[in-house]
């Protein structure tokens, strides 16, 4: 399916495998010490192919670090899920990148990890022409795109229209307890920060709640219809 073609396009499942493939040291798909600039530049790599292929050329990318040991390149650590990282920042970096093709505009897409004491934020910042404030409410619905709807019979796989990018993105960054925020002034750009929690305390499983089953695990407030909109919701927690 079309869904498929793009999430294949990240590179996603010939690096890391399916669930019945784990890599030394890992527990299941979690990865003890995930190196986040290494699935940065991955991702940032993905997207920069994926954009060459579609407009013919690519807006540079500039990857840095920043971490509360001081400024360095690399070796920022986490445990986390690779493919879910990947996933996240291979769609806001491919989403900066058309941005920045679209609005004819010459600055690189930026893409900065830092590392504080509680959280790991990745902020893809962009120079594009910035999203109108009226759309802000609807970035994270499902099925919802500012680009044209893609060719489901195309060869090469699409940019953009499918309209799950985000929400999914958002979804992944919520499961372990982070959050994904974009701020975009029309006529300047967009950023985006993926939020990660680096203590295992505060990077609990996040789950909606399904069945008897799972009631039966959770204790649970009043939630939204689907934890991943926006809005008050107590988050289920471990009875």
């Known amino acids: ?38 699935i940065v530049d991955e ?5 920069r192919y994926l954009c060459t292929h579609h407009y013919g050329s690519c807006p540079d990318i500039e990857i840095s670090t920043i971490s509360k040991k001081g400024n360095r390149e690399g070796g920022v650590t986490v445990v986390y899920i690779a493919s ?14 058309r ?18 004491e509680k959280d790991i ?30 060719d489901v019979q195309s060869r090469i796989p699409p940019l953009a229209g499918f309209g799950y990018g985000l929400p999914l993105s958002r979804l992944y960054a919520r ?27 505060e990077a609990g499983e996040v789950l909606p709640l399904f069945n008897k089953t799972s009631q039966a695990k959770y204790q649970i407030g009043q939630m939204v219809q689907d934890w991943n909109v926006a809005g008050p919701t107590s988050r289920p927690i471990w009875s």
Do not use: C, W
């Open 121 to 150: 934020s990745i902020m893809v910042q962009d120079r594009g022409s910035g999203i109108p404030m009226r759309l802000h409410d609807h970035l994270f619905d499902y099925h919802y795109s500012t680009a044209p709807e893609p």
């Open 84 to 97: 879910h990282l990947h996933h996240m920042v291979f769609e806001l970096v491919k989403n900066a990148l």
């Open 175 to 201: 499961y372990l307890n982070g959050n994904i925020r974009l701020m975009s002034a029309e006529g300047y750009g967009t950023s985006a920060v993926v939020y990660l929690q680096t203590l295992s305390e």
């Open 99 to 116: 941005a920045t093709v679209e609005a004819e505009g010459t600055h690189p897409v930026k893409v900065i990890i830092v590392e504080g």
């Open 1 to 38: 399916s079309g869904i498929n073609a793009e999430y294949e396009s990240s590179g996603i499942n010939a690096e890391y495998g399916g669930p019945e493939e784990q890599a030394p040291g890992h527990y299941g798909i979690i990865d003890p010490s995930l190196d986040v600039h290494d």
């Open 43 to 47: 991702a940032a790599s993905g997207a």
